[in-house]
């Protein structure tokens, strides 16, 4: 759920922040790359090469980003992946042949891996380069709270995202999020290194780049965010046709009921309910939400 958003933001934000920051200390210090700046009338900034760097830059990174994402994840959340052809006890079996069984009604060639990590969260996620090399995981969790019905429903869910090559097409958002963060980055630096003495500019531009991309890359994560809710109502349109519309809508009335409980409940851990980012949140944090409300995530579902 939120997880693979989540790991694929935080890989970009600290790939893009390396490349920027390796190579702003290679054109600091060396004669290679040099200066958008051209001396020139206006702003005086050569835009048509700073917009090339900022292309490179921000889709390389964003596919580094992608390519990182299935070991970043199982590194993270300490994923045991499940051998299909090994030795498993029978709930660790019923969720590998859910995933399988459900990959294949998915229409998907190569199966993806499937792996469990200890969490007391109710959670899971899919990631993964391709539909090739993807990984769907679910949390010990999940398979503690939710009946067999609901885990099914939420795989389903999860492989949908993986058959609607959701991770991709996110992937190339983030490159044009990327592209234009570098961009205006790059231009803001330029401008209040213009502020200061000529013999502090070099700092102040190289310190500025890096404030500048980390403050627009999370400006630019609420596009992704918005995109991302939407993508949410096709997984859950994806994973409706292939449990089952009733098992996909008591999946999510099932997380429902788990919120809901955890939000009365003293003895209940809330960073737990906010690391599975199922719920959306209201006010402004809503615009931070890769996930919309669960109520209307339901209500859309029943209105198919």
């Known amino acids: 759920m939120g997880k693979r958003l989540l790991f694929l933001l935080l890989t970009n934000i600290l790939v893009m922040t390396t490349i920027v920051i390796v190579w702003s200390i290679i054109t600091t210090f060396t ?9 020139g009338p206006g702003l ?18 964003s596919f580094i980003s992608l390519a990182m994402s299935r070991w970043i994840a199982k590194k993270m959340m300490k994923v045991k ?18 995933v399988h069984r459900l990959s294949r009604a998915a229409g998907l060639t190569h199966m993806p891996e499937v792996g469990i990590y200890h969490s007391p969260e109710v959670n899971a996620f899919a990631t993964g380069p391709s539909k090739k090399r993807s990984l769907v995981a679910v949390s010990s969790g999940l398979l503690t709270v939710m009946d067999d019905d609901a885990v099914e429903g939420v795989i389903a869910h999860e492989v949908a995202h993986v058959a609607n090559g959701d991770m ?27 502020l200061v003495r000529s013999e502090m500019q070099t700092v102040v531009r190289f310190a ?19 995109y991302s809710r939407h993508r949410e109502f096709h997984a859950d349109r994806g994973g409706a046709d292939l449990a089952g519309r009733d098992k996909m809508a008591h999946a999510l009335r099932s997380l429902q009921s788990y919120v809901d409980r955890a939000n009365v409940s003293r003895g ?16 402004m944090a809503k615009l931070f939400s890769s996930h919309p409300d669960l109520n209307e995530r339901i209500a859309r579902l029943e209105q198919r």
Request: aromatic letters at 8%.
């Open 268 to 283: 209940t851990d809330d960073s737990a309910i906010q690391t599975m980012k199922i719920n959306g949140s209201s006010g």
């Open 31 to 39: 004669d290679i790359g040099g200066s958008f700046e051209t001396g």
């Open 168 to 194: 991709v097409t996110m992937t190339l958002l983030q490159g044009v999020v990327n592209t234009f963060v570098v961009f205006f980055s790059r231009i803001a630096a330029i401008l209040v290194s213009r």
């Open 44 to 61: 005086g900034i050569d835009f048509v090469a700073l917009g090339a760097f900022s292309l490179v830059v921000g889709f390389t990174g």
């Open 208 to 226: 500025a780049i890096i404030i500048f991309q980390i403050l627009f890359s999370i400006l630019g994560s609420l596009v992704v965010m918005a």
């Open 81 to 98: 992946v499940l051998d299909p052809n090994g030795s498993l006890s029978p709930q660790e079996r019923s969720v590998v042949e859910k």
